[in-house]
């Protein structure tokens, strides 16, 4: 769904049911919801509906990033962007749950629902922190195309020494551009030494590239960020499940959720200060505990990686970026001119694998902005009609 | 500036190659300390056309040469191009300096600060909790740009010269030759690079901060407040002066390189800070809806709206549509802020839970709204087009005793917002309403009422706007209630004063010497007394702040007392005066009561008797 697709103010809460699967039950929520305060067993089939919905989304991210085509492993760009279209649809999905519930504005939903609010709001800066890490992503890959320029082949000139003092001028800038933070001090020095530039003006350069690409302050951290959004999340007491006539489940449920894909997104793309010591103890009876775990833990795994230990976000194609480069770099070191015809080969080689990310990476990025930007509005616009309905059926003391 | 000879070849082509490659590679700042240490373009002018000169050669040959010469030549090219990117960024570095702060202002606003304080709140008890913050909204201000016109957009728009012009050419020749080689992207990128640190300083000089949306739900009210007021003032400058000027210049240095790369340029260099400054009205678009915020939110709202216009000439390329549409996007949500701010402070005066005041006079709460209500009607402009819908509570006859009812049907051809304003007066009411059965004494309660809404009544009078929006119709409604609760008013306290007063039950009947009760008259006389006392000193210490009411209400009173004391003690003070202590009975003379009704609703206390002036 594009940004622009947003309609700020006064559509029809049911106006992008398109993707929800309670449209077929439209009619049946509508009956129930507008009975009085006491509804009883019409409710059950939703509230199981939705974690049913829950579960299987991460069973199917699941399965995705277990799949043998390269396509939708794990924290890749498209599995990124699956991870995201799921959470629309489920946020949407709890939309409809809660639409019109007398519920909600009493205990203890009032409370879970100002909760969950609060925790959403928190969210929003994440997926401005997310953008930012975007627009990084997109000046590696721009380095990445001079590289491309300058070792392409396509007029079938050999390759000379310009030509990979060239490359490797970039190559250098993308390195210690996607240095993490903490990381960029002293190997900068390093690195200025062995390639013999004038330091101050390349330090200066790429310097400002990092403290100038966040557009939080220094003191902003995804680390703060996320234990904040996770904070007092605790799956209800029963004497809460019951006084909500079992509401109180999906609330937890779609927290949850907002944690898990707010934490995942800080582990993939880079952002100020990411930290992923994030708990989730889910009880084990929910369905979609078990998936959200196991999909947990692999990406920790994935980030204690000896290659992956300082990488500054862990999206595959990051990775790739890096590796492809550092493989370029090298041999762009180790070549002496003229090039052998093994030599160019492999150039050659490393050069369409480049080719190749830099493709999945332009492809791929405007699309996962135009995402995050739109999981914004939906936070924006789920707070403000939670606001909105609570103002009005609120009664005087 | 011809080229040195530096050997004899016949061969121009060859002399050309050879000396320009002697220069490129003298140039090389990775061969030679001294070639890193001094710049080219800073060192004569000379020196700088030679070494373009020597590029252009290159060039040229690269296109006519033979295969075999070909990687010297790609060598030589990237060493050039390597020096002319440093040669690049230490002219734009050079060159580059936050603007001053003088330049930093918008010539075309000026802040008129209107205060619409009608009157500060007296009687207002610090100890009473109240859910509208009373001080802030006294404090509002209203600042307008002095000449706000929408459709004069492009006039607003003021570019500056960012750089010396000779800088600039410097830059268009070296940007001419990098890209002639293809080597536009490092081209952009350096550019970009340093120009967005120039524009970052310039934010900070503007006051431009890096807040997030938890650090603005975080801020107290009053820091929030100063953020805004210095945030639209930097909203001014960025779109109207510092952005076209970053645009300009990209303009100016790749003039005639090809479609664009000036866009391009221009974006790298802008989209984030662009970003970064909406942000913070998206931000306060998202905030928790505290009704003392409305007015603040109109600002910002306006300010955007103010500098739309601007923005689309500005962002006009399709590389900046994003940012575009995003401030379109912010100004929905402002607008809904708007709109959900408007209703909580609906919200907030139905529920507002405090007691009623001493003495019957105007409770803050009836200042706050119409103070609030007088501020709505100076935005009345901006908020008649985004209040679209009627008030939603109590818009039928809901029998919900919790709210007021209140009949659209009769109000027509009204816009939503004077709907709202009728409303929002309904609702005051219905609040007083309330608070006014809390007194002990229902006189005072029937006082609190008069008082409370003959203010409303007076403020509605002093705004033609108010009263246009409002209309007569509901003004008279209001004027009738103030009578309705002066009579009230009345009845309550001296219906059974008056009554002491009355001819019934003095005769004694039967005999034809028609002859009168002694004892009962001298238990009216003084139970007359005794009420009065009492009515003059607690009401000598109420209070009606209107003077003409409180002089009508005298009147009335008196019109009433006086000829009926008149009268009783015409017929019957001989009976009294044929009696013993006449004086313990007949109290007062006519003047004497005359004098004691000029106390009431005064607000001092009396002392315990009333003045005789007979005695």
């Not at chain 1, 013999?196 to 403290?211: I, L, P, T």
């Not at chain 2, 008890?125 to 909204?137: A, D, G, H, V, Y």
């Not at chain 2, 400054?277 to 709206?305: C, G, Q, T, W, Y």
Request: proline share 3%; glycine share 4%; charged share 25%.
């Amino acid at each position: 769904m594009p940004a622009t697709d947003y309609q700020g103010t006064s559509s029809a809460p049911f106006a992008n049911i398109g993707r929800s699967i309670m449209s077929l039950r439209r009619d049946q929520v509508h009956v129930h919801s507008m009975e009085g305060s006491h509804d009883g067993a019409g409710h059950e089939v939703e509230l199981e509906a939705f974690q049913k919905q829950v579960a299987d989304m991460f069973q199917s991210l699941l399965a995705a990033a277990a799949s043998a085509s390269a396509n939708d492993e794990l924290l890749s760009l498209s599995w990124i962007r699956k991870l995201l279209d799921s959470f629309l649809s489920c946020q949407e999905e709890f939309r409809v749950l809660l639409y019109n519930k007398s519920q909600l504005l009493r205990p203890p939903m009032d409370r879970l629902i100002a909760d969950f609010n609060e925790r959403s709001v928190k969210a929003l800066d994440v997926c401005n922190a997310i953008r930012d890490g975007i627009e990084q992503i997109r000046q590696w890959e721009k380095l990445l195309e001079i590289v491309l320029c300058a070792l392409d082949n396509k007029n079938q000139r050999a390759l000379g020494e310009g030509q990979f003092r060239r490359a490797k001028k970039a190559l250098v800038d993308l390195a210690i551009g996607m240095l993490d933070d903490k990381d960029s001090g002293q190997t900068l020095a390093n690195r200025n030494r062995s390639f013999g530039r004038n330091k101050d003006h390349h330090h200066r350069s790429v310097g400002h590239f990092r403290s100038l690409s966040w557009s939080v302050s220094r003191s902003w951290s995804a680390a703060r960020q996320l234990q904040s959004i996770g904070s007092n999340l605790a799956a209800p007491r029963t004497n809460d499940i019951v006084a909500s006539n079992g509401f109180a489940v999906p609330v937890y449920t779609m927290g949850s959720v907002l944690l898990f894909v707010m934490w995942t997104l800080v582990a993939a793309i880079p952002c100020q200060d990411r930290g992923l010591q994030v708990h989730f103890n889910i009880p084990r009876h929910f369905a979609w505990a078990a998936p959200l775990n196991t999909l947990h833990e692999r990406i920790l795994e994935e980030s204690k990686k000896r290659e992956r230990k300082n990488a500054c976000g862990l999206l595959k194609e990051i990775y790739q970026m890096e590796k492809c480069s550092r493989l370029l770099s090298e041999l762009a070191d180790s070549v002496q001119f003229p090039l052998t015809e093994e030599k160019e080969v492999e150039v050659r080689q490393r050069v369409k694998e480049l080719a190749q990310v830099c493709e999945t990476i332009k492809e791929g990025l405007d699309p996962l902005e135009r995402q995050v930007r739109e999981v914004f509005h939906r936070i924006v616009r789920g707070r403000t009609e939670g606001l909105d309905s609570l103002g009005r059926g609120h009664n005087p003391e | 500036m011809e080229l040195p000879e530096s050997n004899s070849t016949g061969d121009d082509k060859s002399v050309g190659f050879e000396a320009a490659k002697k220069i490129i590679l003298r140039w090389d700042s990775t061969a030679s300390e001294d070639a890193k240490e001094k710049m080219i373009f800073e060192s004569d002018r000379q020196e700088a056309d030679l070494y373009l000169q020597a590029v252009d050669e290159i060039q040229r040959s690269l296109s006519n040469a033979s295969l075999s010469d070909d990687r010297s030549k790609a060598t030589t090219i990237q060493i050039a191009m390597a020096r002319l990117e440093d040669e690049f960024r230490n002219i734009l570095i050079t060159n580059t300096a936050a603007l001053e702060s003088e330049s930093l202002t918008d010539p075309t606003s000026s802040s008129s600060v209107h205060s619409h304080l009608s009157s500060r709140s007296s009687n207002f008890e610090p100890e009473e909790e109240f859910i509208l913050n009373t001080e802030k909204l006294l404090e509002l201000e209203h600042c307008e740009s002095a000449d706000s016109s929408r459709g004069r957009s492009t006039s607003s728009i003021r570019e500056m010269d960012l750089m010396p012009p000779e800088a600039i050419c410097d830059l268009h020749a070296i940007a001419m030759r990098m890209i002639s080689a293809g080597y536009l992207r490092e081209c952009v990128q350096v550019y970009g690079s340093v120009r967005k640190s120039a524009v970052d300083s310039s934010f900070r000089k503007l006051g431009i901060e890096k807040l997030s949306i938890g650090d603005i739900q975080r801020l107290a009210w009053e820091a929030l407040e100063g953020k805004i007021r210095r945030w639209i003032r930097a909203a001014r400058v960025c779109v109207r002066i510092l952005f076209p000027s970053e645009k300009r210049l990209c303009e100016q240095i790749f003039v005639g390189v090809g479609t664009s790369i000036d866009d391009d340029c221009f974006m790298e260099t802008v989209k984030g800070p662009a970003v970064q400054l909406f942000n913070f009205a998206e931000a306060i678009s998202i905030s928790r809806r505290l009704p003392e915020k409305l007015f603040k939110i109109l600002d910002v709202h306006d300010a955007l709206m103010d500098l739309q216009p601007d923005i689309e000439v500005v962002f006009d390329s399709k590389s900046s549509d994003s940012i575009r549409v995003q401030a379109a996007e912010i100004l929905s949500r402002l607008a809904e802020a708007v709109r959900g701010t408007l209703t909580e402070f609906e919200n907030a005066v139905l529920r507002e839970p405090s007691g009623p005041v001493p003495v019957g006079t105007i409770h803050p709460l009836t200042r706050y709204v119409m103070n609030y209500i007088g501020l709505i009607s100076d935005y009345k402009q901006t908020l008649i087009e985004l209040i679209m819908s009627k008030p939603s509570t109590g818009s039928r006859y809901s029998g919900d005793p919790t709210t007021p009812d209140m009949d659209f049907a009769e109000l027509e051809g009204k816009t939503p917002l004077a709907l709202h304003l009728i409303w929002i007066i309904v609702i005051l009411e219905f609040n007083l309403e309330r608070k006014s059965k809390q007194y002990r004494d229902a006189s005072l309660g029937h006082l609190f009422i008069m008082n409370n809404i003959r203010y409303i009544v007076q403020k509605i009078k002093g705004s033609p706007e108010l009263r246009e929006m409002i209309g007569d119709d509901y003004l008279r409604k209001l004027t009738g209630k103030v009578r309705h609760a002066a009579t009230n008013y009345q009845r309550a306290t001296w219906v059974t004063v008056l009554y002491c007063l009355r001819d019934e039950g003095l005769h004694v009947s039967g005999s034809f010497s028609s002859g009168v009760s002694k004892s009962a008259l001298r238990e009216r006389f003084k139970t007359f007394n005794a009420m009065f006392e009492e009515v003059h000193r607690t009401q000598a210490s109420w209070i009606v702040p209107d003077t003409q009411l409180r002089e009508e209400l005298r009147i009335s009173i008196s019109e009433k007392l006086i000829p009926a004391y008149r009268s009783f003690l015409g017929r019957f003070r001989s009976h009294i005066e044929s009696g013993r202590h006449p004086e313990n009975y007949i109290k007062y003379t006519v003047e004497d009561l005359e004098t004691a009704v000029l106390d009431f609703f005064e607000g001092c206390v009396v002392s315990q008797h009333l003045r005789r002036r007979s005695q």
